[in-house]
Every structure is written in C-alpha cells, then in structure tokens.
C-alpha cells in the first residue's frame, strides 16, 4: 500500500480524516484478485475430474436481504467455473426436510460444499440445521467443529461474512494489532466469529448488543469498528471517534435499496476509512465463499487419494491451493 494511504493510529490523540472524507474499502477490488485464483483451481479441478467442483444452497424461505445475498453467490459461481445447485425445500419448510435435504448433500459425492440461507424461518431451529451439516463441506463455517477450530486459534472453515470484514482490513493494509475494536452485533455466525478473528489478529474487543447499555460510549471508543446488527443507520457520524475505521457488514433493503447499519453520509466526514454498502464486505464475502468452496473440493479430494494411508492425511483446510487467504493462527497471550 502506498504511504500516503496509510492510517496510524497514535496511543493518545486522533487521527486525521481524509481530506474530501473517509477512504473507501472496495471489496470489488479485492474479491476480483481472489475469484482470479479461485478460477485456476477450478480449472485444474476440471481437468482432473471431468466436472466442475460444486456448490450447493439450501433455500428455506424467500427472506429479500438473503435471496440478493444468495443470486450473488450464483453469479460468482459461474464467474469462476463452479456448479452452483440452488436445493430449495418446497411448500413448508419443515425442520425434518431441510435436515433431509442437507443429509444428501452430505452423501452426494459431487457436492463439495453447502451454505444454508439465513436467517431460518421461525419454525426451524438453527441448531438442528447446523449440526446436520458435513465439517468437511461446511464453508461458512457455522458447524459446532468448525466453530470450535475458530475459538481455538486452528485452522478451519470460517465464516465467509466475518472472514471478509477481517480480510478487508488486512488487505486494505489496516494495521489491526493493539488497537481498541469494537463489534456491533453476537451473532454466532457473523459478530461473535469476528471478534474471534480480531482477537486473533490481536486488537482488544468490545462485543456490543442488544441489551449493551449506552452502546455509544462503546462505539465513541473504537479504533476499528464493525457493525453486524441488522438494524439500517443504527451507527451514525455523531457516534464514532474521529478517524475510525468503520466495517459495515449490514445488509438491509429499505425502500428498495440495499444499505447498511452505518448512516454511511455521516459516518464518512467522521471516519478515516468506511465500507459502502453495497460494495463494500458484501463482494469480498461471496469471494472468500467460493475460495472455501475451492478449499473443500481439493480437501476432500486428498483425502480420497489418501484413504487407504491415514497417517498421511491432512485436514480439509491444508490441502494446496493458489488462493491465499485467511487470518493467521496465532497463540494466545
């Protein structure tokens, strides 16, 4: 990153915000570099297998917000070569049904990885849904071993949305270690997953919620903040310190229009640095899905040419691939 874009942030004092406003992290830019790579795995894929590697999506519901996410997940599918099957449970969407459908995806040989729509219909426990799922064909990362592997500090599946917003600070050349972050949001599949990964990049983490009480003292303190909570212009500019960087992983359609939690015109006169929403953690998070799809489809693939040598097989996530991505396991201190 050139020197003139980098941001420091000093132990007392503040930092400076851009003239004409916050620096915007693209993730258009990012996620093209690492569908490129993406592509010539799948290409090598092919050439062994006579198939394309798959991905398939299990569809619960016809939730706006998630049906955009997941029609551009089918677009960078076929963008890089890879078969996307939308599996979607027709009439009532039963607990028992959608663990029926997962269940032979799990057995069928050519599916690679599943990703479930979110948010489930009210009927349908996420718990059940979840434990149902393959570890091996887990890319988002939400089963209890993958999540496990993530709380650890080891390699696993991450999830693909808490992933992006940690890898486009990493790849935006924001310096991360030691500085005060705090998260917006505990979900289990996106805010607490990347206060994990923040963690393990060694800034010190706030987790903020519903029920946190004075919620803009806490985001008035963040060095780095992202916000996963679902609820459009929760975060305004009023809010954050000056020269924040802000992560928006929101995604909510208002009149139309998809936007974030961060009210983004007044946040960018405040912040250093900001996501726009669209355009912003969304492109990098479809990215990183098809890099883990990738991830997968050559795991599993090892681990068949090793399955008479045990001792010799790797876990799912080591198997070689050109994409380079993910935050770095570190011990704890």
Do not use: W
């Not at 020197?3 to 916050?22: D, K, M």
């Not at 064909?137 to 209890?144: E, L, V």
Request: some cysteine.
């Amino acid at each position: 990153m050139a020197a003139n874009h980098a941001i420091r942030f000093p132990h007392e004092g503040l930092t400076t915000v851009p003239r004409g406003g916050a620096r915007l992290l693209e993730g258009g830019p990012i996620a093209a570099e690492i569908r490129q790579a993406v592509s010539e795995d799948v290409a090598a894929y092919r050439e062994r297998h006579g198939r394309p590697p798959v991905l398939a999506v299990v569809i619960c519901g016809r939730d706006a917000p998630s049906m955009v996410y997941l029609r551009q997940i089918i677009r960078g599918c076929e963008k890089v070569g890879i078969e996307g099957r939308l599996v979607e449970v027709d009439g009532e969407a039963s607990e028992a049904r959608v663990v029926e459908a997962i269940a032979g995806l799990n057995a069928d040989p050519e599916v690679n990885g599943i990703i479930v729509q979110m948010p489930l219909p009210p009927t349908i426990r996420l718990r059940s849904v979840v434990e149902a799922l393959d570890p091996a064909k887990d890319i988002d990362g939400i089963h209890p071993l993958n999540a496990g592997l993530l709380r650890l500090g080891y390699d696993g599946f991450l999830p693909a949305t808490a992933h992006a917003a940690v890898e486009i600070l990493r790849r935006s050349g924001i310096e991360i270690e030691g500085k005060r972050a705090t998260v917006v949001g505990r979900s289990a599949v996106v805010g607490m997953p990347a206060a994990f990964l923040l963690v393990r990049e060694n800034a010190t983490v706030t987790v903020c919620h519903s029920r946190t009480r004075d919620l803009a003292r806490h985001v008035k303190e963040a060095e780095i903040l992202l916000v996963a909570a679902g609820k459009p212009g929760l975060i305004t500019g009023s809010m954050l310190r000056r020269g924040a960087v802000v992560v928006d992983i929101g995604i909510n359609v208002v009149d139309g229009r998809i936007v974030g939690d961060v009210d983004f015109e007044t946040a960018r006169r405040v912040a250093s640095a900001i996501t726009p929403v669209p355009g912003g953690v969304g492109p990098l998070t479809n990215a990183l899905l098809l890099a883990h799809l990738i991830r997968a489809a050559l795991g599993q693939e090892t681990a068949h040419e090793t399955a008479a040598t045990p001792k010799k097989r790797r876990p799912v996530t080591e198997a070689p691939t050109r994409v380079r991505v993910g935050v770095a396991s570190r011990g704890a201190r």
